[in-house]
Structures are given as C-alpha cells and as structure tokens.
C-alpha cells in the first residue's frame, strides 16, 4: 500500500503516515491472514470458462443473465433506478471468494432470512437486490431478466454441492470496531477518490457511485457499516485489495455510511 501512496501523494506525504501507521498499532497481520484464509478456503475452485456455456436457448439465456448481471442498467432498465450494476457488490462477475460470490448460492435457497422474518426464495433475494441496490424495482419471476439471472446464477455453481456453502461465500470476517469519520475522510481522498471522485459519484458503468442519487439506497446492505467495511477491507482499492487494516476499512465505511443514500421507502419499490 505504501508504493500506492508514493505513487500518488509523494514521499513526503508517505513519510508521515508510515510514522502514524507505526503509532496507531495497525492490525494488518490479521487482515494479511484473514485474505490468505479466504484465498486459501476457496483455491480448489477455479471459474467456469464462458467458451463452455451451452448453444442454444438455456447458453442465450445464461449469457443474458451475464449481460444483465455487468451492466444492470443498461440490460434492465426498466427495473433499475440508480446507475448500480450486480457486478458493482459482486467482484469480477461474482466469482470473487471474499467478494460476495455468487458460487453455489443457488442451491443455498430457499433459506430463512431474519430482514423479512420469512423464507425465502433465491428470485426473491434477486428481487430484494433490484429494489435496494439498484433502487428500482421487481422484476416478475418469469421475465428473461430473472430467468437469465438465476441461470447464469447456477451455471456458475454448477459443480458445487447442493446445500453446501462456497468456501468463499459472503464477506470476510472482521473484528466489531468502531469507525471514526474524520480518519475515514482522510483514507477516503488518499485511497478511493482517485477511483469513486471526491463527491462518491464514481463512473458509471465502469466505477460505481458510492453515496448519491446513483448509488445503493439506505435499505441495501452495503448501507450497513460492518458489511461495507468487510467488503472495503479485502476488496479495495482495486489497485491495491487486502491493503487497509480493519480500523480503516471501518473508517472509510463510516465515513461513505454518513454520505447522502436515496431512502428505501418500499411501497415505491414493487
């Protein structure tokens, strides 16, 4: 992370934070074990090639479902409000261990999930996506949007055991800490506005916004801090992952959480 910093901010501006790195008493030894666990929970894995997705109908429909899944807004504009694609939350086309995967959800579902107070179908917890990251709306059942989603959804799990959770799946686990915004704003201009923009607004498609009118609302799950932390901590920035400590990723979260986020207001959603 350190030659990242060089890079960008000069030797001098390095100098000052090394020093204040060696006062605060980081903890990245735990977040270099915690991504080599990840990483080495799921190396037996390797992501299916596209080259084998089937010809005819059910190969169209995955592959509509990838298009979909990549650049939401552009293969599901009707049902998208913000400029938030899947792929934004779920790294490299959800096959990321650590990065939300995709990889064996599937046959996951249906599962009780204690938000709704009610079990739940996989097209459901699609459906919750498209309402809260994507501040739109609900996509029916039998649309080719859903329809490609879960196929492509299950293409990618195709050899993994029903029932049995991706190694990878989910977050990487990090210790309950509290974030302090004012440190959250400094990491934020050194490590993610050269990427995300000082105002949050990013570059859409390529770069999401992460606070405003084109980012997630306040009902999605990114709006929660531990889980954004834990998807700062071994995913950003893209040119240096696993580089900030827990405390930081929690700062950094702290301080996007305080930024403006469309309120989810679900009656508008449906």
Same mark, same amino acid.
């Given at each position: 992370?350190?030659?990242?910093?060089?890079?960008?901010?000069?030797?001098?501006?390095?100098?000052?934070?090394?020093?204040?790195?060696?006062? =605060?008493?980081?903890?990245?030894?735990?977040?270099?074990?915690?991504?080599?666990?990840?990483?080495?929970?799921?190396?037996?894995?390797?992501?299916? +090639?596209?080259?084998?997705?089937?010809?005819?109908?059910?190969?169209? =429909?995955?592959?509509?479902?990838?298009?979909?899944?990549?650049?939401? *807004?552009?293969?599901?504009?009707? !049902?998208?409000?913000?400029?938030?694609?899947?792929?934004?939350?779920?790294?490299?086309? %959800?096959?990321?261990?650590?990065?939300?995967?995709?990889?064996?959800? *599937?046959?996951?579902?249906?599962?009780?999930? +204690?938000?709704?107070?009610?079990?739940?179908?996989?097209?459901?917890?699609?459906?919750?996506?498209?309402?809260?990251?994507?501040?739109?709306?609900?996509?029916?059942?039998?649309?080719?949007?859903?329809?490609?989603?879960?196929? !492509?959804?299950?293409?990618?799990?195709? +050899?993994?055991?029903?029932?049995?959770?991706?190694?990878?799946?989910?977050?990487?686990?990090?210790?309950?800490?509290?974030?302090?915004?004012?440190? %959250? =704003?400094? #990491? !934020? =201009?050194?490590?993610?506005?050269?990427?995300?923009?000082?105002?949050?607004?990013?570059?859409?498609?390529? #770069?999401?916004?992460?606070?405003?009118?084109?980012?997630?609302?306040? %009902?999605?799950?990114?709006?929660?801090?531990?889980?954004?932390?834990?998807?700062?901590?071994?995913?950003?920035?893209?040119?240096?992952?696993?580089?900030?400590?827990?405390?930081?990723?929690?700062?950094?979260?702290?301080?996007?959480?305080?930024? *403006?986020?469309? *309120?989810?207001?679900?009656?508008?959603?449906?």
């Amino acid at each position: 992370m350190i030659r990242a910093i060089v890079a960008r901010c000069g030797l001098a501006v390095t100098i000052l934070l090394a020093f204040g790195i060696l006062l =605060s008493g980081r903890t990245s030894g735990f977040a270099s074990q915690n991504a080599r666990e990840v990483a080495d929970s799921a190396k037996t894995w390797t992501a299916p +090639d596209r080259a084998t997705i089937p010809e005819g109908p059910l190969g169209d =429909s995955i592959r509509l479902g990838l298009r979909v899944f990549n650049d939401t *807004p552009k293969f599901a504009a009707q !049902y998208v409000g913000n400029k938030m694609s899947c792929g934004h939350c779920h790294i490299a086309s %959800g096959t990321v261990a650590g990065g939300i995967p995709l990889v064996g959800v *599937p046959g996951m579902f249906p599962v009780y999930r +204690d938000r709704e107070k009610a079990v739940v179908t996989f097209e459901e917890r699609i459906e919750q996506c498209f309402q809260r990251s994507e501040h739109g709306h609900r996509v029916p059942n039998d649309n080719p949007i859903m329809v490609g989603l879960v196929a !492509y959804a299950q293409w990618l799990s195709k +050899d993994q055991v029903t029932g049995h959770p991706f190694p990878g799946r989910g977050l990487v686990k990090l210790p309950e800490l509290n974030g302090d915004r004012d440190r %959250g =704003s400094e #990491i !934020y =201009s050194l490590q993610c506005a050269q990427c995300h923009g000082a105002e949050g607004a990013g570059n859409p498609p390529a #770069i999401p916004a992460v606070w405003g009118p084109n980012a997630y609302d306040d %009902g999605a799950g990114m709006n929660d801090i531990a889980k954004m932390a834990a998807f700062v901590q071994h995913n950003m920035p893209k040119t240096d992952p696993d580089s900030l400590t827990p405390q930081e990723a929690y700062d950094v979260a702290t301080y996007i959480n305080s930024k *403006p986020h469309e *309120p989810f207001i679900e009656k508008e959603h449906q």
